[in-house]
């Protein structure tokens, strides 16, 4: 009797993840058991039959975990470098630019709530001095007729 094994370590048998090894088992209808809990365990004819699904899904060429791209020379490396390098300062440069652009428009904004604030404060200046000269007028008022209705009582004064 052979020893059933757990998804997890199919998985890392065939080098893939154990999703795809779930998904090939239910795409595939390979048989396998299941343990109480409805997980999959895999007995040595069903290894083998994974194994033969993941040579015709994944030929030797695509394994993932195969180092395909060869280190580059210094030159190239060097050339990628200086490449990034000036990425990096055109990128440092569009940042400054818009930061100078934030900025100016910050200004301007500060610059209208101070005209604003200027518009405001001299129109309650023009409100106090009509308030003032208001306060004034009325006493002016009195003493006019004052001195008029003096001039009326002397008109009217009776000798005796």
Known sequence: MSTLVKTKNVAEVLR????????????????????????????DDAIDRLQAVKSTQMPEGNDPFIEREAKPTYAEAEKRMDDILRRLDHLETMIEQKADEVVSFQLLKHRQ????????????????????SDRTEPKERLEGPKKE?????NMFVFSS
């Open 149 to 153: 209705r003096k001039k009326l009582a």
């Open 113 to 132: 709530a101070l005209d604003d604030l200027q518009g405001s404060l001299a129109a309650m200046e023009e409100g106090l001095k009509d308030l003032e």
């Open 16 to 43: 893939v993840a154990p999703k795809t090894v779930q998904t090939w088992v239910r795409k595939y209808q390979i048989p396998v058991k299941t343990n109480d809990r409805g997980h999959y365990l895999y007995d």
